[in-house]
T-cell receptor, first 109, second 116 residues
Framework: QKEVEQNSGPLSVPEGAIASLNCTYS??????FFWYRQYSGKSPELIMF????GDKEDGRFTAQLNKASQYVSLLIRDSQPSDSATYLCAVMGASKIIFGSGTRLSIRP | GAGVSQTPSNKVTEKGKYVELRCDPISGHTALYWYRQSLGQGPEFLIYFQGTGAADDSGLPNDRFFAVRPEGSVSTLKIQRTERGDSAVYLCASALRAGGPKDTQYFGPGTRLTVL
């Protein structure tokens, strides 16, 4: 079992709809959870971090964390073509961050 | 500088050669991380520094890989006797500190290493 698992996609969502990206992790001791966006040929850029159970909203983005289920998700409202990218879930344990393989998101006009 | 910088942006070398990849972190950031990313995969942790010392090098694949950060700022990743399987994008990230729940890492643009 991988430490951080994501569906590789591609996930195709119509413009203006909600995109839902999911991630599960294996280490119950994980403390912090991050969502990064990576455009093709570019380096990852941080979208959000969350470390408490529940929801955290920032503009069109909402991160959701359920530590009991070892599950973290990212919702993107009013999806735009510019949201088309690979979304990486990252989980911090004691000292280092483990990344998932990413979910490729495609927003179709 | 404003962000993390890495040099060179591209490096092509021959199998068996030695390469050095450089990372210049954000000023004031004490934590520095090296990752390797292959096509279609997420970044794979290699090593991280807190200050000058390597706090966790458990991700280095073998003893051909070595990294230093002698003055607690710039870091160099060194790869000896390169192999074709070492071809990847090598990413560096820095953070204000390491291990805290809000330890946000900021990535550099990466070095694309190609071993022929």
């Amino acid at each position: 079992q991988k430490e951080v698992e994501q569906n590789s996609g591609p996930l195709s969502v119509p413009e203006g709809a909600i995109a839902s990206l999911n991630c599960t992790y294996s280490d119950r001791g994980s403390q912090s959870f991050f969502w990064y966006r990576q455009y093709s040929g570019k380096s990852p850029e941080l979208i959000m971090f969350i470390y408490s159970n529940g929801d955290k909203e920032d503009g069109r983005f909402t991160a959701q964390l359920n530590k009991a289920s070892q599950y973290v998700s990212l919702l993107i409202r009013d999806s735009q073509p510019s949201d088309s990218a690979t979304y990486l879930c990252a989980v911090m344990g004691a000292s280092k961050i483990i990344f998932g393989s990413g979910t490729r998101l495609s927003i179709r006009p | 500088g404003a962000g993390v910088s890495q040099t060179p942006s591209n490096k092509v070398t021959e199998k068996g050669k030695y390469v050095e990849l450089r990372c210049d972190p954000i000023s004031g950031h004490t934590a520095l991380y090296w990752y390797r990313q292959s096509l279609g995969q997420g970044p794979e942790f290699l090593i991280y520094f807190q200050g000058t010392g390597a706090a966790d090098d458990s991700g280095l694949p073998n003893d051909r890989f070595f990294a230093v950060r002698p003055e607690g700022s710039v870091s160099t990743l060194k790869i000896q006797r390169t192999e074709r399987g070492d071809s990847a994008v090598y990413l560096c990230a820095s953070a204000l500190r390491a291990g805290g729940p809000k330890d946000t890492q900021y990535f550099g643009p990466g070095t694309r290493l190609t071993v022929l």
